[in-house]
């Protein structure tokens, strides 16, 4: 089907996954960390404390995500959707009047949950489970909400908190959520996608075979989940890492925090570029045989942050993290029901949305921990380049292996 075809044809559905990644920004740790040094200061937090707290608060929420991501396979989408709005609303709201280091916990907890958890979980699991034969291009709109709201809203932020401070702006967010996204989002919602997890005659003539559906259980003691798991990890962890401690990385380099917020662009002009360009090579090649290299240019993005202090290197890296971005943003909607099914995917990805939760809270308590060490960040940053070279290789194998299960029906 032609893109534009499908565009119009599914543009309610694929509009509200697009929304649903676009406002969990405000539980994204690029938009959380844009008030770190003001909640810092204001609860007396070294970059340790307050990057452990942040880590404590997203574990929870992780492991929170693994028993409430299963609703969206018992429950009406609609339903779970306004939950998960009302609910990030709510602790948006908090964070505009949080007085203690025990509410912030309870607040970074709760964005954490309801916006980068369940906000992004519903969309992709109604994706998968929406699509087959136009996976990859429906996964990949889905996510230019997060790409749109990473080159919107660093920049809007700054300019609010100019005005407004770091309270009002956070009591904007919530506002915004409340009036624009919740009815919208109920609206795009009222009328559910028919058929669900089937391919419908409208998508394309060349259907993929039925695979087998997989268990959670079943998931988790395949091997090859968890190497998998291994390359999703570093994405979020890394992201996660150079986001939180942007405030440090813009006092240690030299910079304003103008420029770095103005960086997102170039991050979100090759993250939507190069998730198009996945979505469109996954329906055409599957998602496993994306798997080998979509970590390359992560590795080059922090050899060039560690390495060159210039502005440039900001947005050289902001480039090339967009591109295995872009890639991993389509790639992991569209791999988990290519590979385990779409019968269980709420339940999976629950699984899967957790352990990159997980990733990102280890990030920033972990840096933070050795930066108050007095561990150079560039030795750091360096040390995530090896692993995602590292980690190209494992996918390599790892792909081929699930060639061969896929060839044998398995």
């Not at 087959?132 to 809007?156: F, K």
Request: charged share 10%.
């Amino acid at each position: 089907m032609p893109f534009f075809v499908f565009l119009r044809t599914n543009l309610r559905w694929l509009g509200a996954g697009l929304l649903l990644t676009f406002f969990s920004a405000f539980g994204q740790t690029y938009f959380i960390s844009l008030s770190a040094g003001e909640l810092r200061a204001a609860f007396d937090l070294s970059h340790g404390a307050f990057g452990g707290l942040y880590m404590a608060a997203t574990l929870c929420s992780a492991i929170s995500l693994t028993y409430v991501g299963k609703f969206v396979d018992t429950h009406p989408l609609a339903l779970v959707t306004g939950a998960v709005v009302i609910g990030l609303a709510l602790f948006s709201s908090a964070m505009a009047s949080v007085s203690s280091v025990a509410m912030l916990f309870v607040v970074l907890f709760g964005l954490r949950l309801f916006g980068q958890g369940m906000m992004t979980h519903v969309a992709m699991t109604a994706m998968g489970r929406w699509y087959e034969a136009q996976r990859g291009r429906a996964v990949s709109i889905a996510a230019l909400g997060m790409q749109c709201s990473e080159a919107v809203l660093p920049l809007t932020y700054v300019a609010l908190a100019a005005g407004l401070g770091w309270r009002g702006t956070w009591w904007v967010a919530a506002a915004v959520l409340v009036l624009v996204a919740l009815p919208v989002l109920l609206l795009l919602l009222r009328v559910e996608r028919i058929p669900r997890g089937t391919v419908s005659g409208d998508e394309s003539d060349t259907v993929r075979p039925a695979r087998r559906q997989w268990t959670r259980g079943e998931v988790l003691r395949d091997p090859v989940f968890w190497v998998i798991s291994l390359g999703t990890l570093a994405p979020p962890f890394i992201g996660t890492t150079i986001f939180f401690h942007q405030v440090y990385l813009v006092e240690l380099r030299g910079w304003t925090q103008a420029l770095f917020a103005s960086s997102f662009l170039a991050m979100s002009a090759m993250t939507v570029t190069c998730a198009l360009t996945a979505g469109w090579l996954v329906d055409k090649v599957t998602a496993v045989r994306l798997l080998p290299a979509f970590l390359l240019p992560l590795s080059v993005a922090c050899i060039v942050l560690a390495s060159i202090e210039a502005p440039f290197s900001a947005f050289v890296f902001m480039a090339l993290f967009g591109m295995s971005n872009g890639v991993s943003s389509t790639l992991f909607g569209a791999l988990w029901p290519e590979v385990y099914g779409t019968r269980h995917l709420g339940a999976v990805r629950s699984v899967t949305v957790s352990l990159m939760v997980l990733a990102s809270a280890a990030g920033p308590g972990l840096t933070g921990w050795l930066i108050d060490l007095g561990v150079p960040y560039e030795n750091q940053i360096l040390a995530m380049a090896l692993y995602c070279l590292l980690a190209c290789g494992a996918m390599a194998v790892v792909s081929r292996r699930l060639v061969a299960r896929a060839a044998s029906g398995g």
